[in-house]
């Protein structure tokens, strides 16, 4: 096993060309340039905020390839691996397994709302297949199942490889019934509340913010790791702005299209979302007035970053100056 995954990683966007029509290697490059200048300790492709359920066979391999060979061991690289279908998972983790991924997270399979035994075999059939570490990815709003302490507990004590969850249940206390059911034997990742479930056990954070402020949502990790619990918290108050102001939207506009947009906001476009995702194009002037909102928050934190990190933030990439959108 490779060593463990710990920080706040964050789960990219998939870069497109400006007609949705191909994988933007080059606009992919820079934006993997940028986290790693901005100290993220690891990335995730094709999580949700990558469009993964948008994304050809082939695309998916150009840019599991075109990750990993651009970061090259610099940090490690996790491939969201999952599908609906048990045979398409296993093809997807062992090629991600081939490709040189260093894990994968796995959601189980959408849109059935399996039994516990039928996602226990789904899970087996990956982990039997392949070497990499698992992080199981427990997101009831999304794959219509919330899969229970009790059950990632069985699936950690089965499987050697399975020994990471995204926990985004929207149940913060989830955590800690993880943390206690498998004796610390699964590492969380937290989905959501990063400071509460850093308290309660979690070693990580899956990080949306990464796409647009970096900087300032891989910091908050480090500080909660060094003891530093009201900085970690002047962040959370801030990214819990913003958040409000792309929550307050329709539910799909969410973080594939925000995030695209206040990427480019901060000088690093990846092209817009794919249907049937409503692309920020078509928000008008609702989405230019969000962007608007989002960056002055992205500017507060900027600040507190300079008066958190002191002479040192000078020298450091932040959220990166914010363009106006």
């Known amino acids: 096993m490779p060593a463990e995954f710990r920080g706040s990683y964050s789960v990219i966007v998939t870069p497109f060309s400006e007609d949705g029509s191909a994988i933007d290697t080059d606009a992919l490059a820079r934006f993997l340039d940028w986290q790693l200048e901005s100290g993220v300790p ?153 400071v509460e479930s850093f308290l309660l056990g979690a070693v990580g954070y899956v990080n949306p913010y990464g796409n647009y402020i970096p900087w300032a949502s891989a910091r908050i990790w480090d500080y909660l790791v060094a003891g530093r619990i009201e900085d970690a918290k002047r962040i959370q108050r801030l990214i819990g702005k913003l958040d409000h102001v792309i929550a307050e939207g329709h539910p799909t506009y969410g973080h594939q299209c925000y995030s695209k947009a206040l990427a480019a906001a901060a000088g690093y476009p990846v092209g817009d979302v794919r249907p049937p995702l409503t692309t920020f194009a078509e928000l008008g002037e609702e989405g230019r007035r969000r962007v608007a909102e989002i960056t002055a928050v992205m500017a507060e934190l900027d600040v507190l970053s300079d008066e958190l990190e002191g002479a040192q933030a000078d020298s450091l990439p932040r959220a990166a100056t914010v363009a106006t959108a």
């Open 42 to 194: 690891g990335v995730i492709v094709l999580g949700t905020t990558g469009e993964f359920l948008t994304v050809t066979d082939e695309e998916r391999t150009q840019l599991v390839e075109a990750t990993v060979g651009h970061l090259a061991g610099r940090i490690p690289v996790l491939v969201g691996a999952m599908n609906a279908s048990t045979p398409n998972a296993v093809r997807y983790a062992r090629e991600a397994e081939a490709l040189g991924a260093d894990g994968l997270m796995i959601v189980p399979p959408y849109y059935y709302t399996p039994t516990e035994d039928e996602i226990f075999g789904y899970y087996r059939a990956i982990a039997e297949a392949v070497s990499l570490p698992i992080m199981l990815y427990n997101n009831p709003v999304t794959s219509n199942v919330d899969m229970s302490a009790q059950l990632v507990g069985k699936l950690a004590r089965a499987f050697d490889n399975i020994r990471y969850i995204k926990e985004a249940s929207m149940d913060v206390a989830r955590v800690y019934d993880i943390v206690e059911e498998t004796e610390g034997l699964l590492n969380v990742f937290a989905g959501e509340r990063i």
